[in-house]
């Protein structure tokens, strides 16, 4: 368990807290595991909701890289190929 009373494993953030510091840590499956640390709980804690929002509303994919490497180019084409009627 952590500190928010969680048991490890579900789709809820684990926030700690590191000497002064508190640390938020996002695991999912098919997602790398993102952690970032704040002087603040509250702050550690409202950005983890933040981002596992992100994950579940914008459905991002496990591969980071990939969003690295689509041009705003591959978007349009995929756009046009997709949405526009012919």
């Known amino acids: 368990m952590d500190i928010l009373g969680t048991v490890q494993g579900n789709s809820m953030p684990t926030i700690r807290k590191r000497c002064?510091?508190?640390q938020a840590q996002i695991r999912r499956s098919g997602h790398p595991t993102i952690t970032k640390s704040f002087d603040k709980k509250g702050d550690a804690t409202a950005?983890?909701?933040e981002v596992e929002r992100d994950?579940?509303?914008?459905h991002l994919p496990a591969d980071y890289g990939l969003l690295r490497r689509t041009t705003l180019h591959d978007v349009l084409v995929?756009?046009?190929d997709?949405?526009?009627p012919w």
């Open 55 to 58: 994950i579940d509303r914008l």
């Open 78 to 80: 995929r756009y046009r």
């Open 20 to 22: 002064t510091i508190w």
């Open 47 to 49: 950005w983890a909701r």
């Open 82 to 84: 997709t949405v526009t």
